[in-house]
């Protein structure tokens, strides 16, 4: 990989002419110091062994400085934040975001209030958020529950002069395409499909964005497929996208191992339904079983460390293979979106997988 690819800060630079070509795709002034911590330049690697196949990569996400993809949004979240003068952000999570912007924060000199699912957040994720200095709020129930106390109580009260970053917020959605940004700077152009695991929905949504903006610029000759990835007992994107309704299927009590995508009501579905729907791409729920096995599987033969969000993917790109969406020489990438050392009852639960 080439040094400093990190495409987290303001300009995008093209190097497929040979030349930088500078163009404005985050919307930034130079004017404004950056809260940042070199995010972003994360790892590309192939998983051969484990796919048989010399098109599959998987985006090491984990590489991030608090170890997920959520810093690339949250150095622009709170590079805002800092430069409108707030006291603080507030957040609702199942984990990363909250390590992400408590450090982000502390970095930044603000305020972080974190609402938290009680029992629902790994434990590496929690102790970041400590660590930090972050001010933490448990809720009973899930995500959905955390997010609505985020709105009641934050956003629609104006309780303190907090700034809310959860990924409605589209600053946040701005820093994360650029995961596409550089998927395109390692290949040379887009890849055939592109698979996701997918929460709240703003990931997904900020990737196609990544990938639709290269392609208008002429920086990628074609679109990939985006492939959402749920956990089964925890699918509500699955169940809209199967029914075509026009309105969201919630999932009232959603259930699963990967507690990072453990949402019932994503706040972005109609956005990543859209990016689904336009690049011809499709959403797949997996079990449980699958993902633990994936993460494991991933472990023992690639030396690669997924937590069980992330390693979803690889049990999606193993279904949409059975069931033909992909094929085996198609050119995939696979977002490993969070480090498998946030979560270590999830690999015990992993090599415990093995036994079944
Ligand atoms: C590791 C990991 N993977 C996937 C997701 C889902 O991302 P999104 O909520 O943007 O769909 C999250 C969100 O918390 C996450 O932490």
Do not use: H
């Not at 590309?44 to 996400?61: F, H």
């Not at 690339?72 to 912007?101: D, F, P, Q, W």
């Not at 859209?274 to 993460?295: Q, T």
């Amino acid at each position: 990989m080439p040094p400093n690819t990190s495409f987290s800060w303001i300009e995008a630079r093209s190097r497929r002419f040979g030349v930088w070509r500078y163009i404005e795709l985050l919307p930034l002034r130079n004017n404004i110091e950056p809260v940042t911590m070199c995010e972003g330049g994360t790892p590309l690697v192939k998983i051969s062994r484990i796919t048989q196949s010399q098109g599959a990569y998987v985006k090491l996400e984990g590489s991030n400085p608090t170890g997920s993809f959520k810093d690339r949004g949250m150095t622009i979240g709170l590079t805002i934040a800092k430069y409108i003068g707030v006291e603080g952000v507030v957040v609702a999570s199942t984990g990363n975001t909250s390590a992400s912007a408590a450090a982000y924060a502390a970095r930044a000199g603000l305020k972080c209030v974190v609402v938290l699912p009680r029992g629902n957040v790994a434990k590496g994720k929690l102790a970041q958020a400590l660590l930090y200095g972050a001010e933490i709020l448990e809720v009973e129930g899930v995500f959905d529950n955390a997010l609505e106390r985020v709105l009641t109580d934050y956003v629609l009260k104006q309780k303190r002069n907090m700034y809310p970053l959860n990924s409605y917020n589209p600053w946040r959605l701005e820093g994360q395409k650029t995961i596409a940004f550089e998927i395109v700077d390692e290949l040379g152009e887009s890849p055939d499909f592109v698979i996701v695991p997918v929460g709240n929905a703003g990931n997904i949504s900020a990737i196609w964005k990544g990938f639709k903006e290269l392609y208008n610029y002429g920086l990628t000759s074609k679109l990939p497929r985006m492939i959402g990835v749920q956990a089964e007992k925890a699918s509500p994107l699955v169940a809209t996208w199967r029914s075509k309704t026009p309105y969201l299927i919630e999932v009232d009590d959603p259930s699963t191992v990967a507690t990072a995508i453990k949402i019932g009501k994503p706040v972005n579905w109609l956005k990543a339904i859209r990016a689904v729907e336009e690049s011809k791409g499709e959403f797949i729920a997996v079990s449980d079983n699958e993902i633990l096995r994936a993460m494991r599987d991933l472990g023992r033969y690639e030396g690669v460390g997924l937590e069980p969000a992330s390693a979803a993917t690889l049990a999606g790109y193993k279904r949409a293979l059975e069931e033909g969406i992909i094929r085996k020489d198609d050119v995939v990438v696979l977002i490993g979106t969070g480090n498998v050392l946030k979560d270590p009852d999830a690999v015990i639960a992993a090599i415990n997988e093995s036994k079944t």
